[in-house]
């Protein structure tokens, strides 16, 4: 492969990890995103259904984001989440840590090198962890440990192009204090993205056990206090990452996911496919077109006039299912677009499918 290649030690990010709220907008915009137009614009498909995805958790874990970098010359560096270290200019011992573990830290390089700089790839490899244990932050079971390091990814640098991670559970030196993520307790979720809200008690729950009790901590013997959960998947190639937290834990500032009234949700979804149904949907139709092609331009009408229609006539029904209009317009107005947009594509020769 051609290309430039890097001879030099340069420090490598780890990508911020966002909130639920992000992936949630992230994956929707990736399942409808449909391409490029002439002015250079993005074209959105909102009739694509939405996926259903599982997320692989795995122990957030309250220390400092460190890194050890090779570039394809093989030189190596240590470096924390915002600098290169070195002797003279440490983080917590993190660089003498990996000095002291040179071979190891070599090794697992080389068992990713091995698929990567052996093609003739240049660039750097980055294996990822978080070195934590006593005198690292405070506040959880993890910080009565002796100071290790726990690798959770490796992120590869092309000399061109982008920047994207691998598999990385197969890294691991526990007799030298080097573990991995997913050594210990792991948890799974699925997330319906048409109705993600569904899945937060899920992951609520799941974080708070975290919280009562830090797996990782638990594996060492240790009982106390845990950070929290970090959720990835892959959808459609792209990696989706988030983060989240509980009540108790304090100690840093990654916003909590908060409970949802699940019955709630679930009379919102069941009313909406009660009351939004063909004929209301053709009536709005007549009604603000009066015979003439729809357009675009009243959208807004067509949708006001379908939430008006059905507080209009449906106001029993939604008091019956212990709902009020502000709680299901948006929902009303989600099952409408499209529908409204199908027609519309359909009145010019465009069908999705």
Known sequence: MGGLKVDNARHVSFSKIPQFRDVIRNVVHQAQFEGIDQDNEPIFNPNVKKPTITFHGTVKLHGSNGGFCVSNNGKTWTQSRKRILSIEADNNGFWQFCNDRKDSFRDMIALVSHFYFNEGNPGIISIFGEYCGEGINRGCAIHQLPKMFIVFAVKIVPAEGDSYYIDSTYLRDPENLIYNINDF????VAVDFAYPELAQNEFVELVNQVENECPVGKKFNVSGVGEGIVWTAEYAGTRHIFKTKGEKHSVSKVKKIA????????????????AVTENRLNQAIIEIFEGEEPTIQKMGDFLRWIVNDIAAEEADTLGKNNLILKDVGRSISNKARPWFQELLNKNVGMNFG
């Open 259 to 274: 409970d949802v009234d699940v019955d709630k949700i679930n009379n919102v979804r069941e009313f909406v496919e009660y």
């Open 185 to 188: 307790k792991t948890f799974e």
